[in-house]
């Protein structure tokens, strides 16, 4: 358990509601989660026990230390009017009791008043001193002037600081998003950095969902995948067909009574239409059903569009959902890239980080190497291909990397089809490229490209030009070219689909004869190398020796010291036969050809992790117990061996990542999550910036 006394904390707080302290909060929980291992959260001040808190909920569900929803509460709204000092004494022994079980503690301050509210900012304040916390303010920029933000600036701060509590940052939020230097300089609090973040409308739209809670509907026709898409607009569709079409925009949500059949088929095809604004849904009001013959022709159409039903009418509908404020809840995916997308651009992590004086730990968490992984690949982005863009999740991930400018996309698909189906997702492809292999002007010089390289094979450019309408063949000979820097497929497709275009085309690095693969393995407190468990079958010797080198040199790449364990079923000397002899050989040819690397063999995986089998069975190996890197003796052991720590010890395993290519193409695990693939194409863009260099 940590020392309550050493732990990082922060206390964020604002002056009133609508700040948009939960982007702030999670933001800010994001970068203390790539800087220590365990993160808690902490909410003093709730609205009641029988209600859950999103806010809470939604910081704790990325916090890092294993903590409950309850052990995370302090008091209520009612416990600190009732006997405020008594209310703090119950907020600073719980504080504690989650510190101790933390290295950095984000607490979410109180922001139950729309109206700004020095009184509660100081009831904060006694808290945040209470429990040493720093203090960083959270300020609504939206409808004020950068004048206005300065004087509250002011007022907060001396409110903070007259109840011993200590400002350790500013962010004014909700600023328009071409004045936020205006908005940053407005505070002039000495010694106090100050960091803007601009007004995204998004962040509080209602989900088409929430909009169906409120109106009190059910779901008429169309796809419940798209429930989830955010209602930027809403709009009531009282006049003409054609003049409803002029007005629509881009994720609008129209009302428009039930029995407007003329309104309905036009905005239906309108969603469909290439040219027309994707709409998030149609809400049908006054409890009016379309005719039997109306109905049959939309369910003939197949719309994806969400149509709701309710039986409000048009007015009380469309007040109902203006008032509708839509929330970043934990399964708000697009809110959330948007608000760690924002923090990541707009505040200095290293400069808030270094005011908290963090203490940096040896351990690595699974959160710590994904956040590294994405920070490593935007520091200098690449371009990656991803030809399967007619799967939802490659669709999300790239919004998702878009949005958080990790990499630049080419995605391949037909342009109209794929930006068609973004939209309905609430994807923001506007800054990638879609390409049709099929109608690609890149497509007769690739043939001609493809022909050469293999006709010693009696390749012909007929042939050719049949084979590069293959989205692998296509999205590989991208990479050849040096239009794409990397390649990441399979979630729809095969290793082979994936893999063998690059043997015919990329082809391995000088010196490297064996294509293989790891999986880096995210342990509760490190990051270890599995290879090879996805593409070489049953390896010989010198195929294992370059497993092993390749293994080690990518994992040095992703910050892991290279110590290569050989594995085998016996450990030194102690046993002999043929897979034991072909562990051994394959660890002197490693030795010969790279006698600045540690490696053992053959060696047990226990030998090769625990100190005190190691001190038994190796005593004095650089490697035994402290093994880095784990060379399986094939892909039967490799493969079953990762999915059983994966599954057993609840490991992130982030792969496979090939290895020996001349160029980056990673293969995708066809039951790949979407923070999976966000993962390989960080992965493979870090490892495009090591073949430029």
């Not at 955010?230 to 949500?253: D, K, N, P, W, Y």
């Not at 029995?259 to 009001?285: C, K, T, W, Y």
């Not at 010890?649 to 290895?659: E, F, K, N, T």
Request: with cysteine; net charge negative; proline share 6%.
């Amino acid at each position: 358990m940590a020392d309550t006394g050493t732990v990082s904390s922060v206390y964020i707080a604002a002056p009133e509601g609508d700040t948009g302290k939960s982007t702030v909060a999670l933001g800010v929980l994001r970068m203390l989660c790539a800087s220590t291992a365990r993160v808690g959260v902490f909410r003093p001040i709730t609205r009641s026990v029988d209600e859950t808190d999103h806010i809470l909920e939604l910081v704790l569900d990325h916090a890092t230390a294993d903590l409950t929803y309850e052990q995370c509460v302090g008091v209520t709204y009612e416990q600190v009017h009732a006997d405020p000092d008594g209310a703090l004494a119950e907020i600073v022994s719980r504080y504690h009791d989650v510190a101790a079980r933390c290295d950095a503690v984000v607490i979410v301050g109180s922001d139950y008043t729309d109206v700004p509210n020095p009184s509660e900012l100081g009831y904060n304040a006694r808290i945040a001193a209470n429990l040493e916390a720093p203090v960083l303010l959270t300020l609504r920029g939206a409808r004020r002037t950068p004048h206005e933000v300065g004087q509250l600036a002011d007022v907060c701060v001396a409110e903070l600081t007259a109840h011993h509590a200590h400002p350790v940052a500013i962010v004014v939020n909700r600023c328009p998003p071409d004045r936020l230097d205006e908005y940053a300089a407005a505070p002039s609090v000495v010694g106090v950095p100050v960091w803007s973040l601009p007004e995204i409308p998004l962040l509080f739209a209602p989900t088409v969902t929430e909009l169906l809670d409120a109106v009190g509907g059910t779901l008429f026709s169309g796809d419940p995948e798209l429930l989830h898409r955010e209602a930027v607009e809403v709009s009531v569709g009282a006049m003409t067909a054609e003049h409803i079409l002029e007005r629509i925009t881009e994720g609008a949500l129209v009302i428009v009574p039930g029995d407007r059949s003329d309104v309905l088929l036009a905005l239906v095809n309108a969603h469909e239409a290439q040219g027309f604004p994707s709409l998030s849904g149609i809400v049908m009001s006054g409890g009016i059903l379309p005719h039997p013959a109306v109905a049959e022709l939309i369910a003939g159409l197949g719309p994806r569009l969400p149509i709701l039903a309710t039986t409000l009418g048009s007015f009380e509908a469309a007040t109902v959902a203006a008032q509708t404020r839509g929330r970043m809840s934990t399964g708000a995916l697009r809110k959330i890239d948007i608000a760690l997308a924002l923090t990541e651009r707009h505040v200095e992590a290293p400069a808030l980080i270094e005011r908290l004086r963090v203490e940096f730990p040896s351990v690595v968490t699974p959160q710590m190497f994904e956040y590294q992984l994405l920070d490593r690949a935007r520091a200098d982005p690449k371009r990656i291909v991803l030809p399967e863009a007619d799967d939802d999740r490659i669709l999300r991930a790239a919004g998702r990397l878009l949005r958080r400018r990790v990499v630049d996309l080419i995605l391949l698909g037909d342009e109209t089809r794929v930006r068609s189906r973004a939209a309905e997702l609430g994807v923001d492809l506007a800054s990638a490229t879609v390409l049709d292999p099929g109608r690609s002007e890149y497509l007769e010089d690739f043939a001609a490209e493809y022909t050469r390289l293999r006709a010693h094979r009696g390749m012909t450019t007929e042939r050719a030009r049949e084979v590069m309408t293959d989205i692998s063949y296509f999205g590989t000979m991208m990479v050849h070219k040096g239009i794409a820097d990397g390649m990441v497929s399979g979630a729809a497709h095969t290793t082979a689909h994936t893999v063998r275009p690059s043997f015919e085309i990329v082809k391995t690095r000088p010196g490297v004869s064996t294509v293989s693969s790891i999986f880096l393995m995210c342990l509760a407190d490190r990051v270890l190398a599995y290879g090879d468990c996805a593409v070489v079958p049953d390896p010989t010797a010198e195929q294992l020796a370059d497993i092993a080198i390749s293994s080690a040199e990518t994992a040095a790449v992703f910050g892991i010291e290279p110590r290569i364990a050989m594995l085998s079923y016996s450990t030194g000397d102690s046993g002999s036969g043929a897979g034991v002899d072909k562990v051994r050989a394959a660890t002197a040819l490693v030795h010969d050809r790279r006698p600045d690397l540690l490696v053992e063999g053959p060696i047990q995986y226990d030998a090769a992790v625990e100190p005190t089998v190691a001190h038994t069975k190796l005593p004095g190996s650089q490697v035994a117990g402290r093994a880095t890197v784990f060379v399986f003796p094939d892909l039967n052991t490799g493969n079953n061996t990762y999915k059983a720590v994966q599954r057993s010890a609840g490991a992130v395993a982030v792969g496979p990542v090939l290895q020996g290519l001349n160029r980056p193409v990673n293969d995708l695990s066809r039951g790949a999550t979407v923070q999976d693939i966000v993962n390989t194409v960080a992965i493979t863009a870090i490892q495009a910036q090591e073949v430029q260099k």
